[in-house]
Each structure stands twice: as structure tokens, then as C-alpha cells.
């Protein structure tokens, strides 16, 4: 596992078994994150269905850039992409995740 330098926000709602999934794979990754949950938050979820495409939670991104659910950060870890993204610093001027 590399230094960590990301950052990593991970929008969640409160019953989501996948949701657990993708936290608990960020965990063993010894990744810090930000959750924020999304449940009654119809511009939250409205937001994520544009940034993302996706309709589903969780959302996760790295440095701003979409990762998509659990099943695509899955993937990135299963190819190895994961662990380098994770030590990626964000940009400065990056702007802030809505919340
Ligand atoms: N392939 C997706 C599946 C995610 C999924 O089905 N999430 C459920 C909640 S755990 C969901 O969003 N259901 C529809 C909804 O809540 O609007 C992933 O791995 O993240």
C-alpha cells in the first residue's frame, strides 16, 4: 500500500450493502475517506447521476475523477490500478466535492 495522497469521497446512502462493500475495500486499502451520505438528498443524487452516469450508490471518486460503484473500484484494485490512483495527489486547485 502506498503512502496515501488522494482524496477519496465516497457517497453512500444508509441501507446500502454495497455501500459497506466499497467502505470496507477502502479500509483494508488503509485508505481515509470522506463519506457522505446521500439518503433524502435529491440534488445530492441528481449531481451523481451526472458526474458518474450511474444511478446506483455508492459513488466513489478519487481526486474528483469518478470511479463509479463498488464493482468498478473492485475492478481497478483486481487490475492493479487502484494502489497507484490512491497515491495520487489531487491537484491544488481542485474544487471541493459537493456535499
Ligand atoms: N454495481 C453496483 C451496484 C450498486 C447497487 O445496486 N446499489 C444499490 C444500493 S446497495 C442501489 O443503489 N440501489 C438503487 C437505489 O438505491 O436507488 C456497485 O457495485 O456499486
Same mark, same amino acid.
Given at each position: 500500500? @502506498?503512502?496515501?495522497?488522494?482524496?477519496? *469521497?465516497?457517497?453512500?446512502?444508509?441501507?446500502? @450493502?454495497?455501500?459497506?462493500?466499497?467502505?470496507?475495500?477502502? *479500509?483494508?486499502?488503509?485508505?481515509?475517506? *470522506?463519506?457522505?451520505?446521500?439518503?433524502? &438528498?435529491?440534488?445530492? &443524487?441528481?449531481?451523481?447521476?451526472? !458526474? /458518474? =452516469?450511474?444511478?446506483?450508490? @455508492?459513488?466513489?471518486?478519487?481526486? =474528483? $475523477? #469518478?470511479?463509479?460503484?463498488? #464493482?468498478?473500484? #473492485? !475492478?481497478?484494485?483486481?487490475? =492493479?490500478?487502484?494502489? @497507484? &490512483?490512491? =497515491?495520487?495527489?489531487? /491537484? $491544488?486547485?481542485?474544487?471541493?466535492?459537493? &456535499?
Amino acid at each position: 500500500m @502506498p503512502m496515501q495522497a488522494a482524496e477519496v *469521497t465516497i457517497y453512500v446512502t444508509d441501507y446500502c @450493502p454495497y455501500c459497506a462493500m466499497a467502505k470496507r475495500l477502502l *479500509t483494508q486499502k488503509q485508505a481515509r475517506f *470522506t463519506e457522505i451520505n446521500v439518503e433524502n &438528498r435529491d440534488d445530492l &443524487r441528481a449531481w451523481l447521476v451526472k !458526474a /458518474s =452516469g450511474q444511478r446506483t450508490v @455508492p459513488q466513489i471518486f478519487i481526486n =474528483g $475523477a #469518478s470511479i463509479g460503484g463498488f #464493482s468498478d473500484l #473492485s !475492478a481497478l484494485d483486481k487490475e =492493479g490500478g487502484l494502489d @497507484p &490512483r490512491l =497515491g495520487e495527489a489531487p /491537484s $491544488a486547485d481542485a474544487p471541493p466535492m459537493p &456535499r
